[in-house]
């Protein structure tokens, strides 16, 4: 269930615009910072907050590639799929991060910490083959850098946990 203080700031936001539907990729985007994905509560939260169908919402879900109605990892990394990236070694990047991390596109690793996902022309063209790992972009990539990558986030991810731990 939605916590009071960020449903009343949510209904606040909705406020000001002149349709709520305009909002409709913030509130999903809100709603899935704190469930962590879209749920379909989630769902049946935004409908009710900005005045729409629950199948409108999950359409519009559906749409956007940083929109998961599933529960993802906690990096999602998205490999650009496009031209420009599949012609400089998409296939290779892609095969390199599922047999590092034991899954297949769309798969989450047991450990809850990965989840590989497509992701269309991020723009990166000039630094191909490129993929985000929480949006965030990394290009001319190797299977080494890749491997880096992979460690650095291991490492964040426990050292996070150390610390929230006490
Ligand atoms: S085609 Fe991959 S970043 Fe543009």
Redesign the pocket.
Known sequence: MLPADLREKLERTIETADHPRELAVDVMMALQEHYGHLSDEAVAEAAQLLDMSEVEIDELATFYTFIYREPVGRYVIHV?D????WMDGYEKLRDHLARKLNIAMGGTTDDGLFTLLPVC?????DR???MLVNRRVHGNLTPEKVDAILDGLRESARSADETSSG
């Open positions: 650009c496009s031209l420009i990236c022309c991020v723009g990166y063209c191909s083959p490129a």
